[in-house]
């Protein structure tokens, strides 16, 4: 049955952006409406879904005060102790941090931070969760509160704020009427865990190989001797390795490894995603708020989407908490969670894309572009500085 419902936030969207912003709104004395699309059994206990995130020393910290670190359990988390950059078939590697050091940050399949960012949340008092509906329609009037929604079911929610969290494909960001930043790439990112010979010894590898890019992530076990395979393509070729028996794909990897990793062993399914970057125009204005991907979907190679979208949520929830109960949908008031979260996205977008640009770009100036920067890279303290400060902030 259709209702009429009034609070004082609306969030669309239970991801893990969705999920961390309810979270830091705790305590705040706030009602809070969670819509979501999926099931809350897909919720409450998610599918792993291939992806291995690489999470900062901020993002580790934050995570530790809002009490979802201490539910992921301690075997499946993997650190990370050096990150190696190869460029084509050269063996020299840009370096950052060493294997016996402290290690530069941590890797954690997506699906147990997003289960436990969704336990730390439940029964949060002043928060009701409408899973299995989708938003409909969307409308900011002049007086508050501003925001309306409507759901797939025709329940109607009212609310002086309302926070698109609806990945970088956002219906909401479209209705809101922001324009956007959309660059489909044309290519595919496949992941899959695979056994294999070799001890990983906790090193990430990303190689931008002539025609293809490998990511080798470290993925936690007690042998070391599983990784989490990131293979990037176009569309098509992706969807042909997809298609492969497990030992036809394990063969087929082993041949573009180069005999990097032997022994090869496909363990679980594999996940492709469509490569596609966003830029939103704004991040929000009177009676909205866009976070996560919604806001700035960046390319998966530089490990920085959900980091940003933490780090987003974390801003959007100080300048909310910061209205003590007035207005939280005042565009002036948002206009501060824009400015700032805007300053920290922008290198980061532009710098990703800028090298994903360069690194898939196989023009004879190109190569020798690249060649140099990896080694020049290598040379160059700051810059190697600079690096390992995105990494670990
Ligand atoms: C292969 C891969 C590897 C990655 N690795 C890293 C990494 O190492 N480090 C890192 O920082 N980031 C990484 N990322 C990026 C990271 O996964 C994303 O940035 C993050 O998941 C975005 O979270 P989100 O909550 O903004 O959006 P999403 O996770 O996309 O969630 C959006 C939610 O909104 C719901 N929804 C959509 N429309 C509606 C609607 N109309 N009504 C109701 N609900 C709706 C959806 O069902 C979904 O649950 C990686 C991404 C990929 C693809």
Redesign the pocket.
């Known amino acids: 049955m259709s209702q009429d419902l009034t609070f004082d936030i609306a969030v669309?969207?239970?991801?893990?952006?969705?999920?961390a912003f309810v979270r830091s709104l705790a305590g705040a004395g706030l009602s809070v409406v969670l819509?979501?699309?999926?099931a809350e059994t897909s919720l409450r206990d998610p599918a792993f879904d291939?992806?291995?995130?690489?999470?900062t020393h901020r993002?580790m910290r934050l995570l530790k005060t809002m009490g979802v670190w201490d539910r992921i359990p301690a075997d499946d988390i993997s650190d990370l102790r050096q990150a190696r950059v190869l460029d084509g078939g050269s063996s020299f590697a840009l370096t950052f941090g060493a294997a016996d050091a402290d290690r530069l940050g941590v890797?954690i399949p997506?699906h147990l931070i997003r289960r436990a960012l969704f336990e730390v949340g439940e029964g949060q008092a002043g928060v009701e969760l409408m899973a299995g509906?989708?938003?409909?329609d969307c409308r900011i009037g002049p007086r508050r509160p501003r925001g309306r929604l409507t759901l797939d079911d025709g329940t109607t929610i009212r609310a002086d704020l309302i926070v698109a969290?609806?990945?970088?494909f956002?219906?909401?960001r479209d209705r809101l009427g922001v324009g956007a930043e959309i660059n489909r790439l044309g290519r595919s990112?496949m992941?899959c865990r695979m056994r294999h010979d070799q001890a990983h010894g906790h090193v990430a590898t990303e190689w931008f190989d002539h025609g293809q890019t490998i990511a080798l992530l470290p993925v936690a076990d007690p042998e070391q001797r599983m990784s989490s395979v990131?293979m990037t393509l176009a569309a098509p070729a992706i969807a042909d390795l997809m298609a492969q028996s497990p030992e036809a794909f394990a063969s087929s990897m082993e041949r573009r490894l180069k005999g990097r990793l032997t022994g090869l062993e496909l363990v679980g399914a594999r996940?492709a995603?469509p490569l596609a970057t966003t830029w939103s125009h704004r991040f929000a204005g009177e009676g909205f708020a866009l976070?996560?991907?919604?806001a700035v979907?960046?390319h998966?190679v530089t490990?920085?989407?959900?980091?940003?979208?933490l780090r987003g949520q974390e801003t959007l929830a100080k300048v909310v908490r910061g209205a003590r109960g007035e207005d939280t949908g005042s565009g002036r008031l948002l206009a501060r969670y824009q400015h700032e979260h805007r300053l920290t996205s922008w290198p980061l977008y532009q710098g990703t894309n800028a090298l994903v640009r360069l690194f898939t770009q196989e023009t004879p100036p190109a190569r020798l572009a690249r060649g140099a920067m990896v080694r020049a890279g290598q040379a160059t303290a700051p810059f190697k500085a600079v690096v390992k400060r995105m990494l670990t902030a």
């Open positions: 669309v969207g239970a991801g893990p952006a969705g999920l819509i979501e699309g999926q291939g992806r291995e995130i690489a999470l993002s890797l997506n509906r989708r938003v409909a969290a609806d990945s970088r956002s219906f909401m990112m992941v990131v996940h995603y976070i996560g991907d919604a979907g960046m998966p490990a920085h989407g959900f980091n940003l979208g």
